[in-house]
């Protein structure tokens, strides 16, 4: 029994917090939001190896797994960094799962070429479809559909709010054939970005338009390109895992210097009761994320129902802790001198990325219904 | 990451499983439509079933070889706990004793008390129970009123009320926390008591619950006499010997939801059975909200027994499982009783759950209490400001009354 961090693992956390710190990455999550340039981190991420964190070590990666993605996404998300792992590391993921592509794989390791990753939500027992997220609605889209030919592909169709993917080098798109059935292809170009911006400046995202946009075919087992899917929502999870920490050690801070009625806010029930909330909602997410690691080497079959799980806590828990982390502060809390609208924003936005939370909650529920009737 | 055994715990567990399943038609059936309905009955055979396991090494796994226990980790008493819930059978009747007053009498107690009463409980042949919490003492449990007087001889004299006392009915013993000095400050003059239970002057009241099942007591105490050597640990020094049985007690707590039965899977299992259910999107966003929280806890657990094996002592945080446990399960009882309809509140398992949590709440501390002990020893932040800081018992209780009266 061991269900803690490795050693190694605390030295990957120490040294991404390190590497992020010689940034001003929150001040530069306001400047964007005034209308300034995104602070784009991709060289740190190359300097410190992130791109190839799951690539194999013989393909010039780390070999390392997904437990260590997301404490690296952890780390981005306390400080609010925009740095493209979210679409870059399930593409990869993808890409060595299938083998080949050596030379390619070299290269998204180095970060030479950024990927970005085009998901579809794998079926469920409501829903047997692929499908991906719309530009506005509760109804979810078709992937775009392929049409195949030998090793090649083109692409029709539309996918919104793709993490990442403005300026990515290549897009690793999953769509679907006549059928139904999953084709995933490289998209090197043809493809339409249109980068949209909303509500957070620190998130990359674009709406990806295909107009017989063509690649050539990745040959992939379908369990990997699930995995990949929930390996996406197992680092959103663990970005609002890093910012939850965030919230807590500013909340913290101030309910001790801030004094009303003569003595520390802190000391009142009302306002310790709820820093000790935010407290369990972020172990509770930590444990799950911890738990979506270790599936994800381990235990594959279970993967979807961690990764789901994390997702479901950790945006309950980013929602919960930023908007405490506004009340502790009171008004000034809730104004633009402050850092908790940075924060409160990020918790907003991330929580609707990627099918949004009530689709992670979904897959809780339907993983648990499927294991009942087997049982 | 590992979520697998040692070699030398996998040996131990194939060892546990092996023996319980040779041992199976030995234990007790005390839950469902064949359990034994006879209560003496069920509490016999509960009894002869502890002292089955005991002898064969796997109760009090943890303690001292030289108290009957077996020198091993807590890690091994967990794999016993686990095996034990997977065959489905019975752990043991006594665990209020073996988990949280033996230690306390392995830390505090004298040689002779060790040898005198160790033993005995760790094979239910005496069973114990725990007499701290009083009426007006639960949350605040240093402010308890049950006095014990010193006579000449050194005897003492004990009179008192004690509440929400598990096993109280079938107990030979109880350890109890008494005021001793009531002109000191409240946490400094208490003493902590060995009472046997059937001594003249102790009178049990069983006490029933929504669930209408009388699981606790009431414990009254009427000038009953206990010999010099009952005290455990030094007199007036029992706060201390309080907070050890506490911090076991918290483990036991923190570290049990599962063995509660609160597991997503036996919820999932009710709600899968209605195909109506299961197919409804408001239903399975509830069900996939508290299921995470379960599964959560389960997962919190790993990293607390990580810890526990590390040699690390989990910290009062561990005691948050318990406030996500019966939040979590208080949602699916809800959740299950909103999809069954009335017929979920009828003479079953459902209706029992749902009438159990409300009291669960509160049981080993209130969420309140709890949240103010993590959020000041764990976040830091500073604890309240205290009118009972300093001053005498005897002068605190005087001032007490006079407010209550003056808000009459």
Same mark, same amino acid.
């Given at each position: 029994?061991?269900?803690?961090?490795?050693?190694?693992?605390?030295?990957?956390?120490?040294?991404?917090?390190?590497?992020? #710190?010689?940034?001003?990455?929150?001040?530069?999550?306001?400047?964007?939001? $005034?209308?300034?340039?995104?602070?784009?981190?991709?060289?740190?991420?190359?300097?410190?190896?992130?791109?190839?964190?799951?690539?194999?070590?013989?393909?010039?990666?780390?070999?390392?797994?997904?437990?260590?993605?997301?404490?690296?996404?952890?780390?981005?998300?306390?400080?609010?960094? /925009?740095?493209?792992?979210?679409?870059?590391?399930?593409?990869?993921?993808?890409?060595?799962?299938?083998?080949?592509? $050596?030379?390619?794989?070299?290269?998204?390791?180095?970060?030479?070429?950024?990927?970005?990753?085009?998901?579809?939500?794998?079926?469920?027992?409501?829903?047997?479809?692929?499908?991906?997220?719309?530009?506005?609605?509760?109804?979810?889209?078709? %992937?775009?559909?392929?049409?195949?030919?030998?090793?090649?592909?083109?692409?029709?169709?539309?996918?919104?709010?793709?993490?990442?993917?403005?300026?990515? $080098?290549?897009?690793?798109?999953?769509?679907?054939?006549?059928?139904?059935?999953?084709?995933?292809?490289?998209?090197?170009?043809?493809?339409?970005?249109?980068?949209?911006?909303?509500?957070?400046?620190?998130?990359?995202?674009?709406?990806?338009?295909?107009?017989?946009?063509?690649?050539?075919?990745?040959?992939?087992?379908?369990?990997?390109?699930?995995?990949?899917?929930?390996?996406?929502?197992?680092?959103?999870?663990?970005? #609002?895992?890093?910012?939850?920490?965030?919230?807590?050690?500013?909340?913290?801070?101030?309910?001790?210097?801030?004094?009303?009625?003569?003595?520390?806010?802190?000391?009142?029930?009302?306002?310790?009761?709820?820093?000790?909330?935010?407290?369990?909602?972020?172990?509770?997410?930590? #444990?799950?994320?911890?738990?979506?690691?270790?599936?994800?080497?381990?235990?594959?079959?279970?993967?979807?129902? %961690?990764?789901?799980?994390?997702?479901? %806590?950790?945006?309950?828990?980013?929602?919960?802790?930023?908007?405490?982390?506004?009340?502790?502060?009171?008004?000034?809390?809730?104004?633009?001198?402050?850092?908790?609208?940075?924060?409160?924003?990020?918790? *907003?936005?991330?929580?609707?990325?990627?099918?949004?939370?009530?689709? /992670?909650?979904?897959?809780?529920?339907?993983?648990?219904?499927? *294991?009942?009737?087997?049982? | 990451?590992?979520?697998?055994?040692?070699?030398?715990?996998?040996? @131990?567990?194939?060892?546990?499983?092996?023996?319980?399943?040779?041992?199976?038609?030995?234990?007790?059936?005390?839950?469902?439509?064949?359990?034994?309905?006879?209560?003496?009955?069920?509490?016999?055979?509960?009894?002869?079933?502890?002292?089955?396991?005991?002898?064969?090494?796997?109760?009090?796994?943890?303690?001292?070889?030289? @108290?009957?226990?077996?020198?091993?980790?807590?890690?091994?008493?967990?794999?016993?706990?686990?095996?034990?819930?997977?065959?489905?059978?019975?752990?043991?009747?006594?665990?209020?004793?073996?988990?949280?007053?033996?230690?306390?009498?392995?830390?505090?107690?004298?040689?002779?008390?060790?040898?005198? @009463?160790?033993?005995?409980?760790?094979?239910?042949?005496?069973?114990?129970?725990?007499?701290?919490?009083?009426?007006?003492?639960?949350?605040?449990?240093?402010?308890?009123?049950?006095?014990?007087?010193?006579?000449?001889?050194?005897?003492?004299?004990?009179?008192?009320?004690?509440?929400?006392?598990?096993?109280?009915?079938?107990?030979?013993?109880?350890?109890?926390?008494?005021?001793?000095?009531?002109?000191?400050?409240?946490?400094?003059?208490?003493?902590?008591?060995?009472?046997?239970?059937?001594?003249?002057?102790?009178?049990?009241?069983?006490?029933?619950?929504?669930?209408?099942?009388?699981?606790?007591?009431?414990?009254?105490?009427?000038?009953?006499?206990?010999?010099?050597?009952?005290?455990?640990?030094?007199?007036?020094?029992?706060?201390?010997?309080?907070?050890?049985?506490?911090?076991?007690?918290?483990?036991?707590?923190?570290?049990?939801?599962?063995?509660?039965?609160?597991?997503?899977?036996?919820?999932?299992?009710?709600?899968?059975?209605?195909?109506?259910?299961?197919?409804?999107?408001?239903?399975?966003?509830?069900?996939?909200?508290?299921?995470?929280?379960?599964?959560?806890?389960?997962?919190? &657990? @790993?990293?607390?027994?990580?810890?526990?094996?590390?040699?690390?002592?989990?910290?009062?945080?561990?005691?948050?499982?318990?406030?996500?446990?019966?939040?979590?399960?208080?949602?699916?009882?809800?959740?299950?009783?909103?999809?069954?309809?009335?017929?979920?509140?009828?003479?079953?398992?459902?209706?029992?759950?749902?009438?159990?949590?409300? &009291?669960?709440?509160?049981?080993?501390?209130?969420?309140?209490?709890?949240?103010?002990?993590?959020?000041?020893?764990?976040? &830091?932040?500073?604890?309240?400001?205290?009118?009972?800081?300093?001053?005498?018992?005897?002068?605190?209780?005087?001032?007490?009354?006079?407010?209550?009266?003056?808000?009459?």
């Amino acid at each position: 029994m061991n269900f803690e961090l490795s050693d190694e693992q605390r030295a990957l956390q120490e040294a991404a917090r390190g590497a992020l #710190s010689r940034h001003q990455t929150v001040a530069a999550a306001r400047e964007a939001l $005034d209308g300034g340039e995104r602070l784009d981190l991709w060289d740190t991420a190359r300097e410190a190896g992130w791109p190839g964190l799951l690539i194999d070590e013989d393909r010039g990666g780390a070999g390392l797994g997904g437990l260590d993605a997301m404490l690296v996404a952890a780390e981005c998300g306390r400080v609010l960094a /925009s740095v493209a792992l979210l679409g870059h590391v399930p593409a990869t993921s993808v890409l060595n799962a299938a083998g080949g592509h $050596d030379d390619l794989l070299g290269r998204l390791a180095e970060g030479d070429v950024r990927a970005a990753f085009v998901p579809a939500r794998p079926p469920g027992d409501l829903d047997p479809d692929w499908t991906v997220d719309a530009v506005q609605g509760h109804k979810r889209a078709t %992937a775009p559909l392929a049409e195949v030919d030998g090793d090649r592909a083109t692409l029709t169709g539309t996918v919104a709010w793709v993490p990442d993917a403005p300026g990515a $080098d290549v897009l690793l798109v999953v769509g679907v054939d006549s059928g139904g059935r999953p084709i995933v292809v490289l998209v090197k170009d043809g493809a339409q970005v249109e980068a949209v911006s909303r509500y957070d400046g620190t998130r990359l995202l674009g709406h990806v338009t295909l107009d017989n946009a063509g690649g050539a075919v990745i040959d992939v087992d379908e369990d990997d390109l699930r995995a990949a899917w929930y390996l996406a929502q197992g680092l959103i999870a663990a970005e #609002s895992l890093g910012a939850v920490e965030a919230a807590l050690e500013m909340s913290i801070a101030y309910a001790k210097e801030r004094f009303t009625f003569g003595r520390a806010i802190g000391s009142y029930q009302a306002v310790k009761h709820a820093l000790v909330e935010v407290l369990r909602l972020m172990e509770n997410t930590r #444990s799950l994320i911890y738990y979506a690691g270790w599936a994800f080497q381990d235990a594959p079959a279970e993967f979807p129902l %961690a990764a789901s799980a994390a997702r479901v %806590a950790g945006g309950k828990a980013f929602d919960f802790a930023s908007r405490e982390l506004i009340s502790v502060h009171g008004g000034i809390g809730a104004t633009w001198e402050h850092d908790a609208p940075l924060y409160f924003r990020r918790a *907003q936005l991330s929580r609707r990325l990627l099918g949004g939370e009530g689709s /992670s909650a979904d897959r809780v529920a339907e993983s648990l219904l499927a *294991q009942a009737r087997a049982a | 990451m590992d979520l697998n055994d040692s070699p030398e715990q996998a040996d @131990y567990r194939t060892k546990v499983r092996e023996w319980l399943e040779r041992s199976r038609a030995e234990a007790p059936v005390l839950r469902g439509p064949e359990r034994i309905r006879d209560e003496d009955e069920a509490v016999r055979a509960h009894r002869g079933w502890q002292r089955r396991l005991a002898e064969a090494g796997y109760v009090g796994v943890a303690w001292p070889k030289e @108290y009957g226990g077996q020198g091993l980790g807590p890690l091994e008493q967990v794999i016993v706990n686990q095996e034990i819930n997977r065959a489905g059978l019975p752990g043991i009747i006594d665990a209020i004793g073996v988990g949280m007053l033996g230690p306390t009498v392995i830390a505090h107690g004298s040689e002779d008390q060790k040898q005198r @009463y160790l033993a005995p409980m760790l094979h239910a042949d005496e069973v114990w129970c725990q007499l701290f919490s009083e009426p007006a003492a639960g949350s605040d449990l240093a402010g308890i009123q049950s006095r014990a007087k010193r006579e000449d001889d050194g005897s003492w004299r004990l009179s008192g009320q004690k509440v929400w006392t598990t096993n109280a009915q079938i107990s030979a013993f109880g350890l109890l926390l008494a005021r001793t000095d009531p002109d000191v400050p409240k946490h400094k003059g208490l003493t902590m008591f060995i009472v046997p239970m059937d001594a003249e002057g102790v009178t049990i009241r069983g006490l029933r619950q929504i669930t209408g099942e009388a699981e606790f007591n009431e414990v009254f105490f009427d000038d009953v006499e206990l010999a010099e050597e009952m005290v455990v640990g030094n007199i007036d020094d029992g706060w201390r010997t309080a907070l050890t049985t506490l911090m076991f007690e918290r483990l036991t707590i923190g570290g049990g939801s599962e063995g509660m039965g609160y597991r997503a899977d036996r919820f999932a299992e009710a709600l899968a059975a209605d195909e109506a259910a299961a197919t409804d999107p408001e239903v399975r966003q509830r069900l996939g909200a508290l299921a995470t929280d379960l599964i959560a806890l389960r997962f919190s &657990g @790993y990293r607390m027994l990580t810890a526990l094996e590390r040699g690390q002592i989990p910290g009062p945080e561990a005691a948050l499982g318990k406030v996500t446990a019966v939040r979590a399960a208080i949602e699916a009882g809800d959740l299950i009783a909103d999809v069954l309809g009335p017929d979920a509140l009828g003479d079953n398992e459902w209706s029992y759950l749902i009438s159990f949590l409300p &009291g669960l709440k509160s049981a080993g501390g209130t969420e309140e209490i709890l949240r103010n002990t993590v959020g000041e020893r764990v976040l &830091g932040l500073p604890p309240e400001p205290r009118l009972d800081k300093g001053i005498p018992f005897s002068e605190l209780r005087a001032k007490e009354r006079e407010a209550a009266g003056a808000a009459k």
